[in-house]
């Protein structure tokens, strides 16, 4: 018996009322990821609007890509088992913290007068996000065995990201971004099923919290492959 099978039998629910249910469950996600990127744009706009905020962050800047990194491991460990209130917090934290990394970033390349880099790029990312994450939604193939890869290889760039922080090449940089864009699209289509599967797993306040996690690794791939598209676009440029 398949999860939705089981699902449909512990709720004792139909196929329509179930369809109607992960819809809404699957547009909550949606809404939480938008509420985030929302977050992360108004975040951007108060270091354009002072671009003194830049200079002050300066090395501070280390300290916030840890604190993504460290909620990339903590956060869904607390949205499951904590309250619903500390769940929705964690994620308001890893925005607030990916806004002060890309904050200075796109108010550079307004300063720069190359706000169109940043309108294409998000366009870019928006596009190639919703088409993986409909394949990922409605294909069924069982993404499941990519998880393992995915997380060797997530590894491996987070490595090349660090290290190139120190070497600083341009043209290792265009190829770091590549491929992390290529591995992003995988983790879009990987993440969107999983989600889904989620829901058939659990019901109530249970989907609540899968709900925002849900958000959570939708949108700290969003704008992963906003950053990297945006980079190649900038070295493009160059």
Known sequence: MSETERFQQRAGTGAVAYDEGLRRYMLGVYNYMALGIAG?????FAFIMNPQWIAALGPLRIVGFIGVIALGWLAPRMIFSASRAVAFGAYAAYVALWGVLIGPIVAIYVGLGLAQDVALAFFISASIFM?????????KKDLSPWGK???????GFLVLIVANFFIQSTGFSFLISAGVILFISAVTAYETQMIKNLYAEGAGEQNERAAIFGAFALYG?????????????????E
């Not at 791939?221 to 440029?237: A, D, K, Q, W, Y």
Request: no cysteine; glycine share 8%.
């Open 40 to 44: 992360t744009a108004l975040v951007a």
């Open 131 to 139: 088409a993986m994450s409909l394949f990922g939604y409605t294909t």
């Open 149 to 155: 890869f995915l997380f060797m290889a997530g590894i």
């Open 221 to 237: 791939s969003f704008v992963t492959l906003f950053i990297h598209v945006l980079n190649i676009l900038g070295i493009m440029r």
